[in-house]
């Protein structure tokens, strides 16, 4: 099975120049219209300007945004990876426990607790060598979000899409996320497996620190970042993207999201791991990759794909094509191909 991969997936917001230009075109053929009927009446127009088309310019203009949709894309450069390589690798398993329950959005860490928390999972990713690496997400559950795997590129994309509402299930569960770490090693043996819980600590569901102490007795190092300040921040309320508000309790008191440094540290202690304050650009993820780095390496089989290949030129060839068409086409009529009936006007 072939995979799809996207090089540069930041040119994919050169689409949105797409509506802008349409909105403009549009915009100027009315203008147009309007000047023309100023001009003279509409049924008189034909016989004044017998060669003017109005079909053609519609045609050409369409032409035009389909070649600079396929050179975006060819500035996006998809890769596909049609051969599947076993390699031999050595380094460690780690699990990331992220939080994307709602008080993950409190912005007392700009732009919000999740968003750096992101941003800084995704620069850790880039310093892995041969580690494998999987994301669980959880709120009021927990669910796989990234299977360990030593494809980087792939688990840095899926991490670009986690948000509060990946999860329907409110609350923040922590326990159920330790759970389904253990789960996803698929190992009995957890020695030199590291789990990474970053979470504001409002655990208002499960024993966490009991869950960390039995995965603990299994061999699992359970490392924890508090992402937030004592301080705190309320809960905003986005509808259709926009900000409606501040979450809050039932009686109509604004809710204040703290976190909790307490039961963050006893769930590292009974994990055998480090609890770090999640400040910084790296939110304390660097630090905790130290500590990763003195613990000894397991060796295992892995698939990956081999000979990405891009595909950069298709998008290339076919914007040519659709661009030489576009120039053989004339916003004016011709007498000689008007006998071949090409445009019904």
Same mark, same amino acid.
């Given at each position: 099975?072939?995979?799809?991969?996207?090089?540069?997936?930041?040119?994919?917001?050169?689409?949105?120049?797409?509506?802008?230009?349409?909105?403009?075109?549009?915009?100027?053929?009315?203008?147009?219209? %309007?000047?023309?009927?100023? =001009?003279?009446?509409?049924?008189?127009?034909?016989?004044?300007?017998?060669?003017?088309?109005?079909?053609?310019?519609?045609?050409?203009?369409?032409?035009?945004?389909?070649?600079?949709?396929?050179?975006?894309?060819?500035?996006?450069?998809?890769?596909?990876?049609?051969?599947?390589?076993?390699?031999?690798?050595?380094?460690?398993?780690?699990?990331?426990?992220?939080?994307?329950?709602?008080?993950?959005?409190?912005?007392?860490?700009?732009?919000?607790?999740?968003?750096?928390?992101?941003?800084?999972?995704?620069?850790?990713?880039? %310093?892995?060598?041969?580690? #494998?690496?999987?994301?669980?997400?959880?709120?009021?559950?927990?669910?796989?979000?990234?299977?360990?795997?030593?494809?980087?590129?792939?688990? #840095?994309?899926?991490?670009?899409?986690?948000?509060?509402?990946?999860?329907?299930?409110?609350?923040? /569960?922590?326990?159920?996320?330790?759970? #389904?770490?253990?789960?996803? =090693?698929?190992? $009995?043996?957890?020695?030199?497996?590291?789990?990474?819980?970053?979470?504001?600590?409002?655990?208002?569901? $499960?024993?966490?620190?009991?869950?960390?102490?039995?995965?603990?007795?299994?061999?699992?190092?359970?490392?924890?970042?508090?992402?937030?300040?004592?301080?705190?921040?309320?809960?905003?309320?986005?509808?259709?993207?926009?900000?409606?508000?501040?979450?809050?309790?039932?009686?109509?008191?604004?809710?204040?999201?703290?976190?909790?440094?307490?039961?963050?540290? +006893?769930?590292?202690?009974?994990?055998?791991?480090?609890?770090?304050?999640?400040?910084?650009?790296?939110?304390?993820?660097?630090?905790?990759?130290? +500590?990763?780095?003195?613990?000894?390496?397991?060796?295992?089989?892995?698939?990956?794909? /081999?000979?990405?290949?891009?595909?950069?030129?298709?998008?290339? /060839?076919?914007?040519?094509?659709?661009?030489?068409?576009?120039?053989?086409?004339?916003?004016?009529?011709?007498?000689?191909?008007?006998?071949?009936?090409? =445009?019904? +006007?």
């Amino acid at each position: 099975m072939d995979i799809i991969r996207l090089e540069n997936t930041e040119y994919l917001y050169l689409l949105l120049m797409l509506p802008v230009f349409i909105l403009l075109f549009v915009g100027a053929r009315y203008l147009r219209s %309007r000047a023309l009927k100023a =001009f003279g009446r509409k049924e008189v127009m034909p016989s004044l300007m017998p060669w003017v088309s109005v079909r053609r310019p519609w045609i050409k203009f369409s032409l035009l945004m389909v070649a600079l949709t396929f050179v975006i894309m060819a500035a996006v450069n998809p890769m596909i990876g049609s051969r599947l390589e076993e390699a031999r690798q050595e380094g460690a398993d780690i699990i990331i426990a992220l939080d994307v329950s709602r008080s993950m959005l409190a912005e007392d860490l700009r732009p919000n607790r999740l968003e750096r928390a992101k941003l800084s999972v995704s620069r850790i990713i880039d %310093r892995l060598g041969g580690d #494998r690496i999987g994301i669980v997400i959880f709120a009021g559950q927990a669910i796989t979000q990234v299977p360990l795997t030593t494809d980087h590129h792939a688990a #840095r994309m899926l991490l670009r899409t986690v948000n509060t509402e990946a999860i329907q299930m409110q609350g923040t /569960a922590i326990g159920a996320a330790i759970e #389904r770490a253990v789960m996803s =090693f698929a190992a $009995d043996d957890l020695t030199n497996k590291v789990l990474i819980i970053i979470s504001d600590g409002e655990n208002h569901m $499960d024993d966490p620190v009991e869950a960390a102490r039995m995965a603990r007795q299994r061999g699992l190092t359970i490392h924890t970042i508090g992402i937030g300040t004592p301080e705190g921040a309320p809960i905003p309320v986005y509808r259709n993207n926009q900000l409606t508000g501040f979450l809050r309790d039932n009686q109509g008191n604004t809710v204040v999201s703290r976190y909790d440094e307490n039961t963050l540290r +006893e769930i590292a202690r009974a994990g055998g791991g480090i609890f770090q304050h999640g400040r910084g650009t790296d939110v304390g993820l660097g630090n905790i990759l130290d +500590e990763i780095k003195k613990l000894d390496t397991d060796e295992f089989d892995s698939l990956i794909f /081999a000979d990405y290949e891009s595909r950069f030129h298709y998008f290339l /060839a076919l914007a040519l094509i659709v661009l030489l068409l576009e120039l053989l086409i004339f916003e004016r009529k011709n007498k000689w191909l008007e006998k071949i009936k090409l =445009f019904k +006007e």
